[in-house]
């Protein structure tokens, strides 16, 4: 017997994703990107956001809520008050995302469902912040649901975007379309268990049971539904990003973490690195995920073309307050040595990013009160050679490390 086909809004009431589950709600923080709200005030608003007056902000496609969750909790620790809309086509999804409201004991929030391409009628706005991950790769016409957005986007606004990307999902598109062909007349949860079924027994040549890195489908049915059932899924390169955004009028201000679309940490030999030095700055991305190979998902934050220059705050400004995100400044400068430097880890690789002599002295002082002003000041008081110059030097380099791997921001003193 024939089944009819599932369509982008009978799956979401089927499988809401991500899975969550109100009553599990634990109040645990969420950290992610986009919508960290330090990391959008740095990456949008050039560290200047206006915390007198109500963040307006869109969730559009907001799915079971983590975005949502997110951003309001985020407002709610600084003080900043905020009116976010919640926007998503599945009704079971809502339910969840108002649940999980609720147990954290949130407000300021309304709820709307509807499609995306109807945000202009249903929630017109305008909003200083949207926020749309995972949506518009899955859309018949991308360019169509940017353009909606764009539409309700108040003037000097800003967008977080996740968007999925070919080289970190290799092996995916075969198998969806193998699957189409094998299971597309039946019922939902047979194709679920067939396609369980089907990537357990690939042969080891699949590229799909090759690439270690993918892993939804073994967590939840939601996941595998949505990794290999879905009805409408496109990958992006940097490149179809960009071309994207622009096509909006938009320009990207910062894929993230920014140091894992550097492609210096994807190549050794000397004379290659020499050849990238003279890459333009807007090739570098791309080139970097041509070489890293493993990037699943690009997510990032982009402005009108017009407000490109004033979106990213810089560190060259003593009333700019730095703000650790997931990192303890004084726990690490007691253990900080001379020399020490910070490790992570992208595409396999173990990378070493040395830090400034004064990284110590500055991490005990980050405590999201003061600015870079008042922690020149504090350590000039002990170094009569280190003026203005000399102390910024050295941020600059403790920052481009740890802005880079999207732990350090910036954001103007509060009057």
């Not at 949506?135 to 360019?143: G, I, R, S």
């Not at 002082?365 to 910024?392: M, N």
Request: charged share 25%; with cysteine.
């Amino acid at each position: 017997m024939a089944h009819r086909p599932v369509t982008d809004d009978l799956h979401y009431e089927l499988y809401p994703y991500p899975p969550r589950d109100p009553r599990k709600e634990s109040g645990e923080r969420i950290s992610g990107s986009p919508s960290d709200l330090d990391e959008l005030v740095h990456f949008c608003f050039g560290g200047r956001l206006d915390f007198g007056r109500p963040l307006r902000a869109l969730i559009a496609g907001g799915g079971t809520g983590d975005a949502l969750v997110m951003l309001a909790e985020g407002c709610k620790r600084a003080g900043l008050p905020a009116e976010i809309t919640y926007l998503d086509v599945s009704q079971a999804s809502r339910t969840i995302a108002e649940g999980r409201a609720r147990a954290r004991g949130l407000s300021g929030l309304t709820f709307i469902s509807g499609s995306l391409l109807e945000v202009g009628e249903l929630a017109p706005g305008p909003y200083d912040y949207i926020d749309c991950c995972g949506v518009l790769h899955h859309m018949e016409d991308p360019a169509a649901g940017l353009a909606a957005l764009v539409g309700v986007l108040a003037p000097g606004g800003g967008l977080g975007l996740m968007l999925y990307a070919p080289y970190g999902r290799t092996g995916v598109y075969p198998l969806q379309s193998a699957l189409r062909r094998l299971v597309a007349d039946l019922p939902p949860q047979d194709k679920v268990a067939m396609a369980r079924r089907l990537v357990e027994g690939l042969p080891p040549t699949n590229w799909f049971a090759r690439n270690e890195i993918l892993g939804d489908h073994k967590q939840s049915d939601a996941g595998l539904y949505d990794l290999l059932l879905h009805a409408r899924d496109r990958a992006f390169t940097v490149a179809e990003v960009e071309t994207l955004m622009a096509g909006a009028g938009l320009v990207v201000t910062a894929f993230l973490p920014p140091l894992r679309y550097d492609p210096a940490l994807y190549v050794a030999e000397p004379r290659l690195k020499a050849r990238l030095a003279r890459l333009h700055t807007e090739d570098r991305p791309a080139l970097a995920e041509e070489l890293a190979g493993d990037i699943k998902a690009h997510a990032f934050y982009a402005v009108r073309m017009e407000d490109a220059e004033r979106a990213v705050a810089r560190p060259d400004d003593p009333q700019m307050v730095p703000v650790l995100r997931d990192l303890d400044g004084p726990a690490f400068a007691r253990s900080f040595r001379p020399g020490q430097a910070v490790t992570a880890s992208f595409a396999g690789k173990t990378h070493r990013f040395p830090l400034p002599p004064l990284a110590g002295a500055m991490l005990a002082r980050i405590d999201g009160t003061r600015d870079l002003g008042t922690i020149h000041a504090e350590l000039a008081a002990d170094r009569s050679d280190l003026d203005w110059p000399a102390f910024h030097r050295q941020f600059a380099t403790l920052f481009a490390t740890l802005n880079g791997l999207g732990k350090l921001h910036l954001r103007l003193r509060r009057p």
